[in-house]
Every structure is written in C-alpha cells, then in structure tokens.
T-cell receptor, first 107, second 115 residues
Framework: DAKTTQPNSMESNEEEPVHLPCNHS???????IHWYRQLPSQGPEYVIH???SNVNNRMASLAIAEDRKSSTLILHRATLRDAAVYYC????????FGGGTRLMVKP | EPEVTQTPSHQVTQMGQEVILRCVPI?????FYWYRQILGQKVEFLVS????????KSEIFDDQFSVERPDGSNFTLKIRSTKLEDSAMYFC?????????????FGDGTRLSIL
C-alpha cells in the first residue's frame, strides 16, 4: 500500500511548466515526502524531498500543502528528457512505490 | 558523480538454477537495498541490509533469496532455485545513512529472464 494517490498519466508540451499532484492524506507528522522518477529502461532516480516547507533544487520544485495532505512536483520547463514515470513516496527506510504518474512531453 | 553499478545487465537462466546478481554500491554508503520490478508492474521492495545483516525484508524475500556483502564493496542477491515468476528487473540501491533526508541511489538494474 503506497498510501499516496497520483494521476495515472499527464501530458505536457516541451518548454512549458508541469505540475504533478500527489495526495497523501494519511501522512504522519514526521514522514518526509519524496519524489523519484524512472526514465525508460533505467532505475528510479531521486528528484526531490521535503517535510513542511517548499523546496527547490536543480531538477524541480516541491510545493507542500500547509496541512501536508498533498504536494505538487513542479518541473519549470519540461524537456523531452523529462518523459518518465514520477513517483510520490512517503518516507521510510524502504521505499514503497505506487503506480506513479506517467508524464508524456510533446515537442 | 558516484553511481551504483549492477552486473550483468541481462541474465538468462534455466528454471531451477541458482543465480547471483551483483551490485557495487556507492563507496561510502552504509545502507543497501534490493528492489524488483516485474514487467509492467510496480517497483517492489525486497530487502534492506546494514552492518552485515538484513534490517528489513518483504514477504517476497523468502528462503529462496539471500543477500551478502562478501568483500566490502560488492553487494549480491542470490536466488537459490529460480522460478518463472522470478523474471523481473532487479534494482540495487544504496544510501549514505538511514536518515530520510538522504536519497537512495539506484543502479540501472539487471534484467533476469527465467526460461
């Protein structure tokens, strides 16, 4: 049980921003929210994580709702290379992957 | 940037045979993991390993599976008597410490095909 809910798929145009939502309504106060992605024929790749505050890194931004029941991964300018399955995961030692969101990027 | 490397990239084995999948984690990492992904399905946790012992394992990780860190650099997953349903991608991952603030770094996997 991944305990997170994400849309199965989303589509974006190249060079446009993408907002990938995730619901985690039963998250505990100490669970981090992690995002990984899996490009075709590759292993999962860490994207970003956060606890309460919004976070930015070179790959993406993470916006966390004030009640922590949802979060949004933001890719500021999608490229073709960003086409992947994106996983939102509640933190623990072992990662529990759900089905993720398959992001398709159109040129 | 340091990487987790896995060998071989593709392993074909007859049903009932033993198979060993090899991983070289990032050198200063302390926590090691195996996951698998059956074609078209989710990535599933198998086992975590720390300080030369298993720290957590899933229901999938039964007596047919074992892990070992034989020489301080390699981390191996052994399946003693393979079954058709063991066909999957197997991913190794490592983490610097157990803290959630440290990400897990994954290799690109070994595709195991059981005939």
């Amino acid at each position: 049980d991944a305990k997170t809910t994400q849309p199965n798929s989303m589509e974006s145009n190249e060079e446009e921003p993408v907002h990938l939502p995730c619901n985690h309504s039963t998250i505990s106060g100490t669970d981090y929210i992690h995002w990984y992605r899996q490009l075709p024929s590759q292993g999962p790749e860490y994207v970003i994580h956060g606890l309460t505050s919004n976070v930015n890194n070179r790959m993406a931004s993470l916006a966390i709702a004030e009640d922590r029941k949802s979060s949004t991964l933001i890719l500021h300018r999608a490229t073709l290379r960003d086409a992947a399955v994106y996983y939102c995961i509640r933190g623990s030692n072992m990662l529990t992957f759900g089905g993720g969101t398959r992001l398709m990027v159109k040129p | 940037e340091p990487e987790v490397t896995q060998t071989p990239s593709h392993q074909v084995t007859q049903m009932g045979q033993e198979v060993i999948l090899r991983c070289v984690p990032i050198s200063n990492h302390l926590y090691f993991y195996w996951y698998r992904q059956i074609l078209g399905q989710k990535v599933e946790f198998l086992v975590s390993f720390y300080n030369n012992e298993i720290s957590e394992k899933s229901e999938i990780f039964d007596d047919q599976f074992s892990v070992e860190r034989p020489d301080g650099s390699n981390f191996t997953l052994k399946i003693r008597s393979t079954k058709l349903e063991d066909s999957a991608m197997y991913f190794c991952a490592s983490r610097g410490d157990r803290s959630e603030v440290k990400p897990q770094h994954f290799g690109d996997g070994t595709r195991l095909s059981i005939l």
